[in-house]
């Protein structure tokens, strides 16, 4: 019980962290969870983050496995629950105020001003993304396929993430 | 329910979903969404099913963005709460999560009994390469979309050059470019109003 608190407190402050996403507070669960908890080692840190990445979803989901892997079920629980409820809140609260303000006359452009530095930082975080999957002349292939068909086309993504994966099968 | 109208950005939804469609239109982006779901979720409420316009949608993103948290999952809460308050924003979010943590569940046990993980290596890395492309597709094809003025572009490319060259942390990257992105934008929005005086009208 004072286990599943602890992970509760220490994804929960992690949620308030990540801005950003999951990448954005790696470093900071690293710390928490291997120097000072000790609930695991550098690698299983490594390998567990992996295996999150090889399941869809948000990636802030890491910490589900993080918490499987420290409690159990009920760990899992306590993880995603500490990181997804304060941030959910938090959203709770900017959608109320943005339908208070909705009247107001400076409330779109005020919004608007924040869509770029989403896009920029959504560009960002494909770029560095793609520096991390680039290890073959194949990736940067696919990559820049994928790119263009996304940017290009409105077909589903399905099609580019199955063409990369079975390419990836064929030739890597 | 307001019928499919095209407007240009403004105003509230293009169509309003229903509770279940909410619920799956979630599930879907979630579950579909390997190397992050942030493709998939403009598909599906953009392109595929027209809850929001690329404008509305931008903005939602925008603000999920400056919040901790994940940017999709901060605007299921509020996509969620727009079309059906509380109701609406736990079924978006329950939606998102939903999918992918029963696939963790599982993998994790396999995890657990093998201590390795799933031998697709080479899968994944396409997969992998293909996730990265499609968010650099995305942040281009939104990018193009939105028709911004010139120093908004101008500050979102200053936003990608801190993160991804200078790694600067985000939470302050946010905290600079976020006033400078409003206040151009909102100075912007008047000079626009007084040129052509016939600016966006605010809904009651």
């Given amino acids: 019980m004072i286990l599943l608190g602890q992970i509760l407190i220490a994804f929960g402050t992690l949620s308030f962290l990540a801005i950003g996403g999951a990448i954005a507070i790696l470093p900071e669960m690293h710390r928490l969870l291997v120097d000072v908890h000790h609930w695991m080692d550098d690698a299983t840190f490594s390998q567990l983050f992996a295996l999150a990445q090889a399941a869809p979803g948000p990636n802030i989901l890491a910490a589900s496995v993080m918490g499987w892997h420290i409690a159990g079920p009920a760990g899992m629980m306590a993880a995603t629950l500490g990181m997804l409820v304060p941030a959910a809140c938090l959203a709770w609260i900017m959608a109320g105020l943005t339908i208070r303000l909705r009247g107001n006359t400076w409330m779109k452009p005020a919004q608007f001003g924040l869509v770029p530095i989403?896009?920029?930082?959504?560009?960002?975080?494909g770029l560095v993304m793609a520096q991390a999957a680039g290890t073959s002349w194949l990736s940067f292939v696919i990559i820049g396929a994928s790119t263009v068909f996304i940017w290009r086309t409105k077909y589903s993504p399905l099609w580019v993430l199955a063409g990369g994966g079975l390419l990836g099968l064929a030739l890597l | 329910m307001v019928e499919n109208s095209p407007q240009q950005g403004a105003g509230t939804g293009s169509r309003v979903p229903g509770k279940l469609e909410l619920f799956l239109?979630?599930?879907?982006?979630?579950?579909?969404?390997?190397?992050?779901?942030?493709?998939?979720a403009r598909h599906v409420i953009v392109e595929e099913r027209k809850w929001l316009s690329e404008r509305e949608y931008a903005s939602v993103l925008g603000m999920g963005q400056i919040l901790p948290g994940p940017n999709v999952g901060n605007a299921s809460v509020m996509i969620g709460r727009g079309f059906h308050g509380l109701t609406g924003a736990l079924l978006a979010t329950c939606g998102l999560y939903i999918g992918p943590l029963c696939i963790l569940i599982v993998l994790s046990l396999l995890y657990d009994a093998y201590g390795d993980l799933p031998r697709v290596a080479p899968f994944m890395e396409g997969v992998a390469a293909a996730a990265a492309g499609m968010v650099i597709g995305m942040a281009l094809k939104m990018g193009f979309n939105l028709k911004a003025p010139l120093q908004l572009v101008a500050v979102g490319l200053l936003a990608m050059l801190a993160a991804a060259w200078l790694r600067v942390p985000l939470p302050l990257i946010v905290v600079i470019l976020a006033p400078l992105g409003i206040w151009i934008s909102l100075r912007h929005a008047r000079v626009t109003q007084g040129e052509k005086a016939q600016g966006e009208r605010a809904k009651p």
């Fill in chain 1, 118 to 125: 989403a896009v920029g930082l959504i560009a960002a975080s």
């Fill in chain 2, 25 to 40: 239109g979630f599930a879907k982006i979630g579950a579909l969404g390997f190397g992050g779901v942030g493709p998939w």
